[in-house]
RNA sequence: GGCGGGGUAGCUCAGGGGUUAGAGCAGUCGCUUCAUAAGCGACGUGUCGCCGGUUCAAUUCCGGCCCCCGCUACCA
């Protein structure tokens, strides 16, 4: 373990307000693709996530609902959790900001801070609503009166505690354009660039006063920290930082923060500066993810209440998809028509084409046929294969070279892409090889020559099977075991699907089979 | 308003100064029947946002305009 190279990635902490939505689900997913490929390539893989809920809205919410705010924060991590564990999402830990542990590490992280000379007391002057008893932005005020109350706001100031943000400002250009991959997608980095090139970085208010919620500043108690700056600590906090130095030295730091488009400021540019200022490494790479609309329209209320009336409002909570579908259907979905980086959207016709089209009728089928083929008659096992070295069935295709833009993809989080390679690449031709060389005719005449063109085929079975591991992890495995493939599924890599190779006994199907038929792995929809 | 991205087949998008502008899906027709009414093949359509300019030649470059989207700091 000591040896292997380390990999740590983290999804945003959410906000337990409400339950997990496709956006949310659609961020995981794709941050589970990326562990499950680092932990097939033999990385020592640690995925973090957790949940934000030091502030006052997840407090005033349990009130609302007549809940003590732990009882209902541990309850919506339940859920939560339940939504990822149901998605196959491959975390290694679920942080809840509220715990004692959290706080703790919190409050000597802050300390540092202050220690070092980072934090000054001044006062934060805004527009304030009674009603609310909270400040309002500029932007939130409407003609000068509060949006919820309609009544006017009154200019208020209190004492708070600001973090020098601004003192990190050509610190901040300057590790930018050393590290032009920080920020991805780049377009993400140019708005975050142009953005302190144009207005400059303030100082930020990183405390609020008189909550009851919240962690205490360890050095003014009157206050608590501004869930921003906690939030943020969850991704040290979970891997050791504060009481387990040799764990946080191991894995920090982050190899990737997995977040949505929305909060690239906070991490790209507030992060790293507090990070700074307690003598700790920026985080090396964000990745800020696009969203997820309903057939072309953003989800706001009163699309839901019209979604709901078409019965249609299924498809935006996830385990609801689950239910009525699959995990692996949802993943294959946002993973295929969604493009990582950029937004995408769901609609029920959709769903049902990409689920169809793709993974039924194109690989699904592919396996049905390559199994019972052989089933019906060889007895499942193809003669004289042992030890032959299977025949590319891809014209022109440079397996190896093939390999390695799907890697790309992967790596490169453009999953889209690398799912459409390995259909339109590679699936595709693998059928086409069949209707080409015909071995449900052949075998009628050549036995032999029928056995070698199954023999063939199924190796791109192989081949796709461990190359969707990441995506699709237990439909990968299905159909790898589907047959007598010598490597243990655990142990593939991608290396293993550039390469044709002999093994060492004759190719059987050892699929579960049913009246000599195996059961569809993705029956159709719709 | 400022900065950035984009407007290409019914849909999602790729492309890019030059012979007939591409892919997938959907559609139509044919072949096939090993297979999940799946597979394979063939076929169609596009004023490549609008208006000008540069050029032998522009959808591709330049300018203007229209429309869409993102960012524009303390809300997570």
């Known amino acids: 373990m000591a040896d292997r190279p380390k990999w740590f990635q983290t999804t945003a902490i959410d906000y337990p307000n409400s339950r ?37 809205k997840v407090s005033k919410r349990a009130a609302e609902l ?25 975390y290694d830990v679920f942080v809840q900001t509220s715990t004692e542990r959290h706080k703790e590490c919190a409050r000597a992280f802050i300390q540092k801070v202050n220690d070092a000379g980072y934090i000054y007391k001044g006062s934060y002057e805004g527009w304030y609503c009674d009603g609310c008893e909270s ?50 997608p780049e377009s993400r980095r140019n708005e975050i660039i142009s953005l302190i090139k144009t207005d400059g970085l303030y100082d930020v208010n990183i405390t609020r006063r008189g909550e009851a919620w919240g962690i205490r500043v360890p050095f003014d108690p009157e206050f608590t920290i501004w869930v921003w ?49 307690a003598g700790e490494k920026p ?20 699309r839901l209440e019209e979604l709901k009336k078409k ?17 692996e259907a949802f993943r294959y979905y946002f993973l295929r028509e969604c493009p990582y980086p950029s937004d995408g959207e769901i609609s029920p016709d959709r769903f049902i084409d990409v689920f169809n089209s793709e993974l039924a009728n194109n690989l699904g089928n592919l396996l049905s046929r390559t199994i019972t083929i052989p089933t019906k008659n060889y007895g ?26 799907v890697r790309g993809h992967v790596e490169a989080c453009r999953y889209n892409l690398a799912l459409q390679t390995i259909v339109q690449d590679f699936l595709t031709p693998t059928n086409q ?65 550039a390469v044709l190779s002999a093994q060492p006994d004759d190719l059987r199907v050892t699929a579960e089979l049913v009246d000599g038929k195996p059961k569809p792995l993705f029956p159709r929809i719709g």
């Open 20 to 56: 997990p939505h496709i956006g949310t689900a659609f961020e995981k997913v794709g941050a589970d693709v990326q562990a499950r490929y680092r932990r097939m390539e033999g990385y020592d893989v640690f995925f973090l996530m957790g949940n934000d809920e030091n502030t006052v």
């Open 66 to 90: 007549g809940l003590d705010t732990q009882a209902y924060c541990d309850d919506m991590a339940r859920q939560f959790r339940e939504v990822w564990d149901a998605l196959d999402i491959s």
């Open 135 to 184: 400040f309002k932005t500029e932007k939130e005020l409407e003609n000068g009166n509060c949006p919820i109350h309609k009544r006017p706001v009154t200019k208020r100031s209190e004492p708070c505690h600001f973090f020098k943000l601004s003192a990190f400002t050509d610190r901040l250009l300057k590790f930018y354009e050393e590290n032009p991959d920080f920020i991805q």
């Open 229 to 277: 700056f906690d939030a943020l600590l969850t991704y040290i906090t979970g891997i050791g930082y504060g009481d387990d130095r040799a764990m946080f030295d191991r894995f920090w730091p982050c190899d990737t923060h997995f977040i949505g488009k929305d909060i690239t400021r906070f991490h790209c540019a507030l992060w790293p500066a507090m990070l700074w200022a």
């Open 283 to 302: 985080p090396t790479k964000v990745f800020g993810h696009g969203f997820v609309n309903f057939a072309g329209d953003k989800i706001s209320k009163s």
């Open 311 to 327: 019965g249609l409002d299924y498809l935006l909570e996830p385990m609801e998809i689950i239910r009525k579908f699959s995990a």
């Open 380 to 405: 499942g096992s193809l003669p004289d294969t042992a030890g032959k070295t299977p025949e590319p069935v891809v014209p022109g295709l440079d397996l190896a070279a093939f390999v390695e833009t």
């Open 433 to 497: 090889y069949l209707e080409a060389n015909a071995p449900w005719k052949l075998v009628k005449t050549d036995k032999d020559a029928a056995a070698r063109v199954l023999f063939n085929a199924v190796q791109s079975l192989r081949v796709a099977s461990i190359l969707l591991k990441p995506f699709i992890p237990r439909s990968a495995e299905a159909i790898y075991t589907s047959f007598n493939f010598p490597k243990p599924w655990a142990e593939v890599r991608y290396t293993d699907a």
